[in-house]
């Protein structure tokens, strides 16, 4: 049971290249994040999913895109990327808790820190 | 509009002493909250949360509505609890998201 898992674990982009995270989880979660990670910021939401197929954004999705084709993998994709987004892009599931009408852990990847020089 | 506020971006602490990590939240509804650690090398994590109303690595928090604070206490430091420390907030039961605050790296100085 690896968890969940991100592809790389680190880039470097030049300004205007493309690049696609891949995130993967094998605990059959419905949901899935993508969060950025920077210094004094604390981590901020990209996107989320809560289901295959369905995407939503989050506090800071200006030039990122999403996609949850299938449900235990979720894409996070940079089409033209600027320096703003050097940062630690963090991958995150969860599911309905055990306990009643209670808000979900969250279960996070190891990061993938970006560069765009 | 939600948000987490911790005001100590950096806390060192003698091993032994007591540890006191600020959260204040502001949101008008029932809001749940979280503390997630991040220790050196590993991935961000849960520690506790006020619904469970655990003690977890010797961690408490409790949820004080008046005050809308979530404060992370443990009597006695450890130099393993040398790490970073993030506050939640969810905005309501079932509710998917989350609302981190910027975070406050703890260090124990031995």
């Known amino acids: 049971n690896a968890g969940v898992t991100q592809t790389p674990k680190f880039r470097v982009l030049k300004t205007g290249q493309s690049m696609t995270l891949l995130c993967a989880q094998d605990?059959?979660?419905?949901?899935m994040y993508w969060y950025r990670q920077d210094p004094g910021m604390g981590l901020r939401l990209i996107h989320y999913s809560v289901g295959e197929g369905t995407t939503a954004k989050g506090e800071v999705p200006d030039g990122y895109n999403v996609s949850r084709l299938k449900k235990q993998n979720f894409l996070l994709g940079l089409e033209s990327a600027a320096p703003s987004q050097t940062s630690v892009y963090f991958c995150?599931?969860?599911?309905?808790?055990?306990?009643?009408?209670?808000?979900?852990?969250?279960?996070f990847g190891p990061g993938t820190r970006l560069t765009v020089t | 509009a939600q948000r987490v506020t911790q005001p100590e971006k950096l806390l060192s602490v003698f091993k032994g002493a007591p540890v006191e990590l600020k959260c204040n939240y502001s949101y008008s509804g029932s809001p749940e909250l979280f503390w997630y650690v991040q220790y050196s090398r590993q991935r961000l994590q849960l520690l506790l949360r006020?619904?469970s109303r655990e003690s977890i690595k010797g961690f408490t928090a409790d949820l004080n509505k008046g005050e809308t604070s979530f404060h992370l206490k443990k009597p006695f430091a450890q130099e393993e609890d040398s790490a970073m420390y993030y506050c939640a907030l969810s905005s309501g039961f079932g509710n998917e998201k989350l609302t981190f605050g910027t975070g406050t790296r703890l260090t124990i100085i031995p």
């Open positions: 995150a599931s969860s599911a309905p808790d055990s306990l009643p009408l209670v808000a979900y852990e969250q279960y």
């Open positions: 605990m059959n979660h419905e949901y």
């Open positions: 006020h619904i």
